[in-house]
Nanobody, 118 residues
């Protein structure tokens, strides 16, 4: 397993959770890291991404509520989720784009469930 996620769980609306993803087993040079989410029966969607230069992008649905960050020394990426809403309920997946000798690789975590109740 190349990407290991943690931090999912159940929370009431308005609460907070922090997701973490460790890519410590990857030996490649990591470029972009991101969080996606997927609801059963729907396509996986991008939540937030962060470049190796620290530039972050967010989906409109979570702007102002979620913050993505990365620690390149620890090879981790985190997603701080505040003011959670029931519609944020999904399986959240960590993603990493990496390069090794000019070859591009994509890695996915196994997913962690986030459930937000009223």
């Amino acid at each position: 397993v190349q990407l290991v996620e943690s931090g999912g769980g159940k929370v009431q609306a308005g609460g907070s959770l922090t997701l973490s993803c460790a890519a410590s087993s990857l030996t490649h040079s990591i470029n972009e890291m991101a969080w996606y989410r997927q609801v059963p029966g729907q396509q996986r969607e991008l939540v937030a991404s962060i470049s190796n230069g620290g530039s972050a992008k967010y989906a409109d649905a979570i702007k102002g509520r979620f913050t993505i960050s990365r620690d390149d020394a620890k090879r981790t990426v985190s997603l701080q989720m505040n003011s959670l809403k029931p519609e944020d309920t999904a399986v959240y997946y960590c993603y990493a784009e990496a390069f090794l000798e000019f070859h591009r690789y994509e890695y996915w975590g196994e997913g962690t469930q986030v459930t937000v109740s009223l």
